[in-house]
């Protein structure tokens, strides 16, 4: 086997790094290198996007080689790319793109470093989407974590350094405890092959337990579930524009992949015993996030806790374990990477002009800035989820799927979430009426200039995707739909065996009618349709 | 000509992209005629559907969601339901894109509306020609986008933009229901397309499963009382009278805030199979009915009893359709769109002669020179009074009487209810006409100079509603007036036939009819007598003998500030206070993230004074301590 086009696109920017290593200190030759680099890694993924076969369950552009030994610990350099992980991999080459426009003129030091840093961690964030060997995953995760804390440690605002210890050391102990359990899972199965591991895991449930317990504390920190979140709201409060983007857009996807990777795709039994719990927590975030986001006085803060609102969405749907739940929980994680990645631009974009991100700053800027008014409209009400735009398919397939999870078994997960949505409405709405309209009476708000072309360059991108996700959304979720049919196929399979009493509950919730008979045939169908393929 | 249908949603949805995205680069007129033109567009092809007849199980342009078991489609269904409505709903729309070119031509983001009230076109079309609940809800949410953007239209003026979030968020809290209901549904049939639902639904179906579509239908029903402004959630429409006059003709008025009542109707197959769910459809109808008549008996803003008005309309219609008599809820609809869309308009003329006063004791004597907008109005309020032969007195009538016929508990009451509200309906609907156009001009004296009558594009649109007005009731003039009921058959292949149908005879209709006219002409005469000279002595003084009462009425029984002070501030306050400063920032952030690094800081300074760095001290304790764990749990 050789080299393919994922070692490609993750390590492009890589590349890019060490080119501007060597380059002089000329901002806009380095800028331009890194815009190279990472625009490079986009094309390719988009060759390897439109190559991927939406019909196939397994891992596609697979490559495989043995890397190095320890003793007998064997860690292979193995990549893949399944429907789990391709949209990720999209969104990450993506924004990395457009958050480099966004450092054009935001970022004015050390251009150098931070160039580097940010190709650095992009290469890092797509290696964790891709990597099938639990070491290689463990590396990139890890290592991803320093340029993150380079960039809000270097070019980050007044509290900076509390913000990327916490961020910092926050991650590290959660991820701890996962390298204590793969190691485990190593000496258990002498593989370190996420694909074989997903099939060949068996074991008792008071030993998965803890091993799923490791794994979750890592990914629930990252995501962040509830009440494990409150480095974020630090982190992205000092985080310069471009480093929130990225955090909010693609990193807190690394936490809810790995759930849907390996807490439910290795352990479904302990995902099945832990349901409720994790179903608690994350409406509590959904309603929690959004109640604390409501009353926040400063920008940042006020999208972060909706971020953390949002995420409890993408749980909740995951968790479900069902094909529309995780579907839904898929494509909410790119439409929250849109959203939220684009309402940190705006936020960003107010900042530059007004050097403040007090809401009570502003009023009116709807007068001063009506193209700005436009776009931030429209990531707004991608935000709180308007049909038509991106956040609804997400959020719609997320609440669907949990009302009808034979794993929750119980709409109020549903219901609570619910109230979730009425109240994204009143903190967007509210946060946009007072920023937007009114009259513009403060004195420095009535010269703000309109966005720039430059502004509207990475913007436009941004929503052309909210709005093609919200009417055709199909061109993603069918990527990722035959390998959640399989995980899903799979896990019922799997429970089913030891869980009987599954089955009732079906029948429980399906009144006894010919009617339904009628639509689980449906069913059946659909699932063999999209049999296993791997 | 089948094959151009689809452009009746996507007409209006093109006219939003072009003005929308180019508006600023050409001139006005230009304006006014992508957005009046592709309006004309999807009414010529709504009148040809209509006309010929068309029907279609579903056009599908493409399949929208499709996860699992879930597949929507962005397809139309064409069936006389739809049909009547998107005729109505272009129809009037046309009209009151018309008038818009007139009464918006001073404004200067003229785009912006003309953009916003096609966008509210193509979600109104969606939501009317939807074949699955999930199309609907598009529709359904993105009016209430459309009728946001509208009412905040003047944003810089704080109550506007305040009234357009309070529509969004009560909205959002109806949708909510409307979304439950919908996933009640889905989980029942595997499927959201209406179709497919009423021939599951048509199988016989258990016990469980009849009271779990009652849910689902009392949800559906949430979802109405948000959009179609319904106690308790009604609260928004009064304050969306912020938006410009042609808002609220077409949006808050005429068509979106009826999408609860068609929204019933379309899925009559399921609320016919709840019986409870229908019941309380009709109290709260009829409760809603009552409720709004006495607050709009009080009010003084001109747009406010209008939009009390036309909760206590909708009040009716759901009040209809709760007794399963939902070709009267649709057939009151209809005509409410012509005399209530005109009532606004020609409200909107009178503010425009009176330089945007509200207040109806600033007017007075308007008669001598609003030559259309007087006459029109006067028609108008004679519809909405239920006088013969205007249309209203036909659709009232027919609900009134379906009510007190209906073999369902609390008919007699809410038929009592109906009727006293067409009695109130009456009172306040003439006393604004006396108010405004009779007696003595009340306001300054400088200004009388400047009334006058609106120009053509805004005058024609108010003779043609008025038309409307005078003859919409043709449609169903019902069998003991000679009248064929021809909306009654029209609609027949749609509707479920209501459980028990009952027949009175001809001598109750007659005896009901001649009831709530004189009803109706009573509330006429007390109006004349209070207000037709102009002077408020004599209302005065009722005002002051009920004291507290009237107080209550007249500040609208303070519903918003007890929503205020039991949801909106207390949910703040907590969010503030406890949520934020005490859970987050002091208990979870304070006490087990800070207070743990303190600890481990302290316990790293007890065990090495060498340790400076604290992130390594951090990390090499953790992973000691926590591989001592494990290694002592395995």
């Known amino acids: 086997m050789e080299f393919g086009i994922l070692s490609l696109i993750t390590f492009l920017p890589l590349a890019g790094a060490i080119v501007i290593l060597f380059l002089p200190k000329r901002d806009g030759l380095i800028k331009t290198t890194a815009m190279i680099f990472a625009t490079a890694s986009f094309i390719s993924s988009l060759v390897m996007f439109l190559a991927f076969k939406s019909q196939l369950a397994g891992m596609q552009f697979v490559e495989n080689f043995d890397w190095f030994e320890i003793g007998e610990f064997k860690v292979n350099y193995h990549l893949g790319v399944d429907g789990i992980s391709i949209l990720l991999v999209m969104l990450t080459t993506f924004l990395t793109p457009l958050v480099l426009l966004s450092s054009w003129r935001s970022i004015k030091d050390r251009m150098k470093e931070y160039m580097m840093f940010m190709l650095f961690l992009e290469t890092g964030m797509l290696g964790v989407f891709l990597s099938l060997d639990m070491v290689l995953f463990y590396i990139f995760w890890e290592i991803m974590l320093i340029p993150m804390y380079f960039i809000i440690g270097i070019w980050g605002g007044p509290r900076k350094i509390y913000a990327a210890v916490k961020f910092f050391i926050y991650t590290m102990v959660g991820s701890v405890l996962m390298l204590v359990s793969i190691i485990y899972l190593y000496i258990q199965y002498q593989t370190l092959n996420i694909v074989q591991l997903a099939n060949i895991i068996n074991l008792p449930l008071d030993v998965e337990k803890w091993l799923f317990l490791a794994f979750f504390l890592a990914f629930a920190i990252k995501v962040p579930i509830f009440p494990l979140h409150t480095w974020l709201p630090d982190a992205h409060v000092e985080a310069p524009t471009p480093g929130s983007v990225i955090l909010a857009g693609v990193l807190l996807k690394m936490g809810t992949y790995g759930l849907l990777r390996f807490c439910i795709g290795f352990f479904p039994e302990s995902a099945y015993y832990f349901k409720t719990p994790i179903a608690i927590l994350a409406v509590i975030g959904i309603t929690y996030g959004a109640l604390v986001s409501l009353v926040q006085r400063d920008m940042k803060k006020l999208v972060a806790y909706s971020s953390v609102s949002h995420l409890g969405f993408v749980v909740l749907g995951l968790f479900a374990v069902n094909t529309i739940g995780i579907q839904g929980g898929i494509i909410q994680m790119i439409n929250h990477g849109l959203s939220t990645g684009g309402l940190f631009l705006i936020v960003g974009m107010i900042y530059e002009r007004r050097h403040t991100r007090q809401i009570s700053e502003f009023g009116g800027i709807s007068k001063s800035m009506p193209i700005f008014a436009v776009f931030f409209m429209v990531i707004a009400l991608s935000s709180l989820g308007l049909p038509g735009l991106n956040g609804f398919v997400g959020e719609f397939n997320i609440l669907l799927g949990s009302f009808t999870s034979v794993f929750y078994d119980n709409p109020i997960f549903t219901i609570i979430a619910g109230t979730g949505v009425i109240l994204a409405a009143a903190y967007i709405l509210w946060w946009f009426k007072r920023v937007m309209f009114g009259p513009l009476d403060n004195e420095k708000n009535k010269k703000l200039k309109d966005m720039s072309l430059l502004e509207i360059a990475y913007t436009v991108p941004l929503v052309l995707f909210i709005v093609w996700i919200g009417i055709y959304p199909t061109t993603f979720m069918s990527k990722s739909e035959a390998t959640v049919n399989a995980m899903v196929k799979r896990i019922y399979k799997k429970l089913d065996l030891k869980d009987p009493a599954k089955e009732d509950r079906i029948e429980f919730k399906m009144p006894k009618t010919k009617v339904i008979s009628l639509s689980d045939n449906k069913l059946e169908d659909k699932h063999l349709e999209t049999e296993e393929t791997e | ?634």
């Open chain 2, 1 to 634: 000509m089948e094959s151009l249908y689809p452009l009746i949603p996507l007409a209006p949805l093109g006219g939003f992209l072009i003005n929308g995205l180019f508006g600023r680069l050409y001139k006005k007129p230009i304006v006014y005629t992508v957005g009046i033109g592709t309006v004309a567009i999807s009414f010529i092809l709504a009148f040809h559907a209509f006309v010929t007849g068309f029907s279609a199980k579903a056009i599908s342009l493409f399949t929208w969601i499709s996860a699992g078991s879930l597949r929507a489609d962005y397809s139309l269904m064409f069936d006389p339901l739809s049909n009547i409505m998107i005729l109505m709903v272009t129809g009037i729309g046309l009209l009151i894109h018309i008038y818009s070119a007139g009464y918006m031509s001073h404004d200067k983001t003229v785009p912006r509306f003309f953009a916003y009230m096609n966008l509210f076109m193509f979600a109104m079309l969606t939501l009317v020609l939807a074949d699955n609940f999930l199309m609907m809800f598009v529709g359904w949410e993105g009016v209430g986008l459309c009728s946001y953007l509208l009412i905040g239209y003047w944003y810089e003026k704080p109550s506007a933009a305040n009234a357009g979030m309070k529509a969004f968020v009560v909205n959002r809290i109806g949708d909510l229901g409307f979304l439950l209901g919908m996933f009640i549904l889905f989980s029942i049939f595997g499927t959201l397309n209406f179709l497919d639902i009423q021939s599951l639904a048509s199988f016989g179906l258990d016990e469980s499963t009849l009271a779990l579509i009652g849910i689902a239908t009392l949800l559906l029903f949430i979802g109405a009382t948000g959009k179609s402004a319904q106690l308790p959630l009604y609260t928004w429409l009064p304050d969306a009278m912020e938006g410009p006059s042609p808002v609220s003709a077409l949006i808050h008025a005429a068509t979106m805030v009826t999408a609860g009542v068609y929204m019933i109707i379309r899925s009559n197959f399921l609320f016919v199979l709840a019986p409870d769910t229908m019941l309380v459809v009709a109290i709260v109808g009829g409760l809603t009915a009552l409720f709004a008549a006495t607050i709009g008996l009080t009010q003084f803003d001109i747009k406010r009893v209008l939009a009390y008005s036309t909760v206590s309309q909708l009040g009716y219609m759901f009040l209809a359709v709760g007794m399963g008599a939902f070709t009267a809820g649709l057939f009151h609809l209809l005509t409410h769109a012509f005399f209530k869309a005109l009532l606004f308009l020609g409200a909107g003329t009178v503010m425009h002669a009176m330089d945007d006063e509200l207040d109806m004791r600033k007017m007075g004597a308007l008669k001598k020179y609003m030559k259309i907008t007087q006459p029109t109005m006067f028609i108008a309020s004679l519809a909405i009074a239920g006088i013969p032969p205007f249309s209203g007195f036909f659709s009232k009538d027919e609900i009134l009487y379906q009510s007190f016929i209906a073999g369902v508990p609390f008919s007699k009451v809410l038929w009592a209810l109906g009727l006293l509200t067409a009695g109130l309906t009456a009172f306040y609907m003439f006393r604004l006409i006396f108010m405004t156009f009779w007696g003595d001009y009340r306001g300054p004296k400088e200004h009388e100079k400047h009334i006058h009558e609106a120009g053509n594009s805004m005058a024609i649109p108010l003779i043609i509603l008025a038309a409307g007005a005078v003859l919409a009731g043709i449609i169903g003039i019902p069998h003991f007036l000679g009248g064929g009921n021809w909306l009654g058959n029209y609609l027949e292949p749609v509707l479920a036939k209501a459980p028990e149908a009952v027949h009175g005879s001809v001598a109750t209709e007659w005896i009901l009819a001649i009831v709530s006219v004189l009803v109706g002409l009573t509330g006429i005469i007390l109006a004349m007598w209070f207000y037709k000279e102009g002077k408020f002595a004599k209302s005065e003084k009722i005002a002051a003998k009920l004291g507290p009462v009237y107080r209550l009425v007249l500040h609208k029984y303070r519903i918003d500030e007890l929503y205020n002070a039991v949801v909106v501030k207390p949910m703040i306050w907590v969010s503030d206070n406890i949520l934020r400063v005490k859970v987050d920032e002091g208990l979870v952030d304070g006490v087990m993230v800070n207070g743990s690094a303190k600890f481990f800081r302290k316990l790293g300074g007890v065990v090495s004074k060498l340790q400076t760095g604290y992130i390594q001290t951090y990390i090499v304790f953790f992973i000691l301590g926590i591989l001592i764990l494990f290694w002592l749990l395995f």
